[in-house]
């Protein structure tokens, strides 16, 4: 596609609840990474991939979040066990080479965890 | 870790004015990115610099980066409408980092 797509683009959960986030990035795009945008905390690093393996995962922030990427493309980010201040708009973002070019960002997902 | 300022936090101007962003850090910044984001949606691309007294323009849209690469600013000739959302700045968090840190924002409304 044109675009970074995420989806689903709004997700409401209950506490307690695993839940899949999904991003697709642009073609031939080889980094790929995941931010968080919440109210108190701006926008922040969770975890970056190049190819398939993720140099840097220390955003996430506590073992039940999760991310994988296969193909070198889609991502999912995984949340086991959600919790409210989960809640939040999480943010993928994809480019040609990492550390050399501009980030592509995609819509979002919103999280709401009830 | 790098960590960037930003002021104003929020900025309220009449359409056809001109105004400024500017956006701090305490260290190098070895990559200077300008975002623009609507609520509820994702973040645009503006423009990137690198280069110390570096400085881009896109329609009516200037970035600069001081020649000490520490602060940056973005310059709106002109204000429209469509000029109003949030601006952010991010930066590589070190060099050859391969992730972004952020501002917290600046709100920009254009009143016609």
């Known amino acids: 596609g044109a675009g970074v797509s995420q989806s689903p683009s709004n997700k409401v959960t209950e506490k307690g609840k695993d839940v899949e986030l999904r991003c697709d990035p642009i073609s031939g795009h080889t980094a790929l990474y995941w931010y968080r945008q919440s109210l108190g905390q701006g926008l922040e690093f969770l975890i970056y991939f190049q190819g398939n393996s993720a140099p840097d995962k220390s955003g996430l922030p506590s073992d039940r979040f999760s991310a994988e990427r296969t193909g070198g493309s889609v991502s999912t980010l995984t949340i086991q066990r959600t919790q409210q201040e989960d809640s939040a708009v999480y943010l993928c973002a994809s480019s040609l080479v990492p550390g050399m070019y501009e980030q592509y960002f995609g819509p979002g997902t919103r999280l709401t965890v009830t | 870790s790098q960590e960037l300022e930003q002021s104003p936090q929020s900025l309220i101007v009449q359409e056809g004015k001109n105004l400024t962003i500017n956006c701090t850090s305490s260290?190098?910044?070895?990559?200077l990115y300008w975002y623009k984001q609507k609520y509820g949606e994702g973040l645009i691309f503006l423009m990137m610099l690198q280069k110390g007294g570096e400085e881009k323009s896109h329609e009516k849209i200037t970035a600069k980066l001081d020649e000490k690469k520490q602060q940056s600013s973005l310059h709106i000739t002109a204000s429209q409408p469509s000029h109003a959302g949030t601006y952010l700045c991010?930066?590589?968090?070190?060099?050859?980092?391969?992730?972004?840190?952020f501002g917290q924002g600046t709100r920009l409304t254009i009143n016609p």
């Open positions: 260290k190098t910044l070895y990559g």
């Open positions: 991010g930066a590589d968090d070190i060099q050859g980092a391969q992730k972004l840190v």
